[in-house]
């Protein structure tokens, strides 16, 4: 008789009943954590007794093929498919394994095309866009059996300083909310069978962290923690289905949320109705004990991070490992560990692992970076410039005659990428492992794989392990086949040497129009200035590249600045330099070719800043949507040495054409019913373009202080020049509501002033007033209705 956890028409509760009845304590506790690949693999061969042995009792998932190894899609399905073969034949009960990986910008994996990183897909504003991408991923990813995605970043992102601000979505909790819904559905699809799981990260508060520094403690009140960074998290769960959670590193208000019940179980679980599995940042579980220093050891950090609701270890069972003997001793209730078990079991069967566990390692290269996936990579890069000034000098003139190309980041494919793009990611497996960073990782009781990692100082060589990437100067020189395009670097992008300035300033003196290409450096090792652990208190560009843009721009030739960045940099020295400046947020694979559309005319840009830019580093945070108070009055609302005002706020971005917003109609609904607001846009200008039509609420008299504008839908819209296009924006009232006084989440009735526009504070924006009729009505974050956008 067939088991019933193996009977694939059997309901899945009873599937995990039967399953779970079956395991003895170590192989539960196996299946809430991980292993290195590395573990696995010995002189570079996968050994399958060996791996019986050490997986006996089987293990939740495995960490990493393609984010840590050089393999080509063919080989890490090969080696997917050996484990699993291991796991399903060679252990008593036979569970498959779940292979995680990553894929902010593209999935992290040799071969696999390279996206925009996440900051700059947000820059489109195009939430159909990002749909299209996440299946690109997700067709990659299932291809070579990987079914669990460590993404996306939901972070909302309101400290420059910081250096993952890239991996995110941005600073408004609508905009993170949007993306990260599109990202997800795109993944998980209607059928987890056919797709994979999105692990929405990292809860909560991460990006508003102690001094903009990584990991550092978070200082945020309840109301905060929900209306604004919990959101993007709930809208993603709600409307997505949203099946896997991953903890902050932070502490809020003093606890660890790797060991905090009040977030991991109480807000998520109980306010925000998720139901999928919570799993550690890698090695937040030991943090407990070797930084947090909540626990003794890495028995009782296990305990609190279990108990807390963090249902699996990752990168591998370092703490977790050590439940058995801490049943034995009643220092934890064996229920709980089966608590944790149940929800990892029940998410493997909806991934079909038990009747699929393996896939077909030789066509998954077919899937890989195909020229459709490349057009794709070109159009997304190219809808995320941002165009922030411009005084005439774009589009070039199509009959210009000598270009000068310059600047550290105009040809060097490396600076295209983020810190979790491959390689850029790959680089600390190669360059960051010092002989002190192996004997930390062995007292940590890492010792798992430590003989298959590099050599000290050990050096990479990224050029194979790149897909074909475009750099702007060959963008440029294929747009422009018919004009001298020069290229002289000028200055690294770090250091102070001067030496090569004099040489761009002279091939720019010649030349009719100068393209300075600046930027940071992303990454994960220490020659990055941007990137995971990359914080900074300098939001300048990094070296001497300022010093190349002003020497540049003082000969007087048209200068056009291209920052290629992930930092949010302050450029009023730049700005005020330049004749155009624009933005391309680590654009991947095909950003030289989208800016050059950009520069050419070929593309009419409509990116948008995610992100607000400050004039000085002293004013973080600054975002558009402070509370009141925060404003930009000038009683008691300026600097001494600075205004308040950001250099460029949210929302920001020019085009080639004009557009002019029309009289709004509007149909008032009240507390209960839905607020219905009609905008006729229309191109003006000679050229066809997209605008990004932003909808913006003020809740003019409330009970608690709220925000003087924030961010409640948007749609990004083609009009051909001299036509016209009616946007409907349908807003519940749900999507107004705020936790009061008593934190009970309500809308209050009362008068909204609604404004719709290209910013948030354009002067153009058309305002419209509504009272909102009713009695104050309750709602829950589970029940929040997203604001929908009909074009007509």
Known sequence: ???????????????????????????????????????LVQDETFDADQAAETLADGIGQVTRIGASTGLLANESAQLGNDIQKVLVERTRLGIPTVIHEEGVGGFLHRGATTFPQGLGLAATWDVDLMAEVAEVIRIQMTAVGARHNLSPVLDVARDPRWGRVEETYGESPELCARMGVAYVRGLQTDNLANGVVCTGKHFLGYGYSLGGRNQAPVHLGDRELREVYAEPFAAAIREAGLESIMNSYSSIDGVPVAASRAMLTDLLRGELGFDGTVVADYFAVMQLHFNHMTAADPTESAIQALSAGLDIELPALDCYKHLPTAVQERRIDESIIDESCTRVLAQKFRLGLF???????????????????????????????????????????????????????????????????????????????????????????????????????????????????????????????????????????????????????????????????????????????????????????PGVQSQLVAEVAATGTPTVVVVISGRVHTLADEAAAANALLWSILPGEEGGTAIADVLVGAVNPAGRLPVSLPKHVGQVPLHYDMRRRGDRSEFYGSYVDCESDALYWFGHGLSYTTFEYGEPSVTPGSTTEATRIAVPISNTGSSDGDEVVQLYATDEVASVARPIRELIGFTRISIPAGESRTVTFTVHPSRLAFHGLDMALVTEPGTFTFRVGGSPYDSGLRVIPVDLAGETAPYDRRSIIATTAEVS
């Open 1 to 39: 008789m067939t088991e019933t956890y193996r009977d694939p028409n059997a309901a899945i509760d009873d599937r995990v009943a039967d399953l779970l009845g079956r395991m003895t304590l170590e192989e539960k506790v196996a299946q809430l954590g991980a292993i290195w690949l590395t573990a």
């Open 355 to 541: 009747e699929n566990p393996y896939v077909d390692a030789e066509s998954a290269p077919d899937v890989f970076d195909t020229p459709d996936q490349r057009v794709l990579a070109r159009r997304a890069a190219a809808k995320g410039v941002i165009l922030v000034e411009n005084d005439g000098v774009l589009p070039l003139d199509p009959s210009i005659s000598q270009v000068a190309v310059i600047g550290p980041h105009a040809d060097d494919p490396r600076l295209l990428q983020g810190d979790y793009h491959y390689p850029a990611h790959l680089e600390i497996i190669y360059q960051n492992r010092s002989a002190e960073m192996l004997e930390a990782m062995e007292a940590l009781g890492m010792e798992q794989g430590l003989d298959q990692l590099p050599e000290a100082g050990g050096t990479f060589s990224p050029g194979p392990h790149f897909t074909p990437h475009v750099t702007p100067l060959q963008g440029l020189r294929a747009a422009l086949s018919g004009a001298e395009v020069v290229y002289v670097a000028g200055c690294a992008d770090t250091g102070g040497d001067v030496s090569g300035i004099g040489d761009a300033v002279a091939v720019a003196a010649s030349a009719d129009v100068a393209i300075v290409c600046v930027g940071a450096r992303s990454g994960l090792v220490a020659d990055a200035t941007v990137g995971e652990a990359r914080d900074a208190t300098h939001l300048g560009l």
